[in-house]
């Protein structure tokens, strides 16, 4: 007696995009995001903001490896231009500065207000490449 022919449920999905390197690296930073502000808590703490500080760092750093690699996984049709790129790094560091806040001054006086000054550059270059990126992405999708 010959064996019915077996139906194979496959249950078992491949590796869905959502755990790609990329991904996982941006779940990372979001996570940071509650540690970081509730570490902020404790202004008058050394140890915080410089622990705050630290895994400020480390999501700046992995944002530029998420971004490498999700452009040569995505093949981006809009790169990213220099001038995005040096207003990131602007705000990162201008963050970076009002994030050590007190500790910071501590160390290197005027620390707050260089972050503050920063962090308007990069607001301005914001609306420029904002405006630059929606022009581009306008004309990708066929606007006139």
Do not use: C
Request: no cysteine; glycine share 6%.
């Amino acid at each position: 007696m010959s064996a019915a022919p077996q139906m194979v449920s496959s249950t078992a999905r491949p590796i869905s995009r959502n755990w790609s390197l990329p991904n996982i690296l941006t779940y990372a930073r979001v996570a940071a995001v509650p540690l970081v502000a509730g570490l902020l808590f404790w202004p008058d703490e050394p140890w915080a903001r410089w622990t705050a500080l630290a895994i400020f760092i480390a999501a700046g750093i992995s944002d530029f490896f998420d971004g490498y690699l999700a452009r040569a996984e995505l093949r981006v049709p809009l790169p990213v231009t220099a001038l995005a790129k040096w207003k990131t790094t602007v705000q990162f560091i201008a963050l970076a500065f009002l994030i050590a806040g007190p500790a910071g001054e501590s160390i290197l006086p005027g620390s707050i207000t260089t972050g503050i000054v920063l962090l308007w550059i990069a607001a301005i270059v914001t609306l420029y490449t904002g405006w630059d990126y929606m022009k581009a992405s306008y004309d990708h999708a066929g606007g006139d």
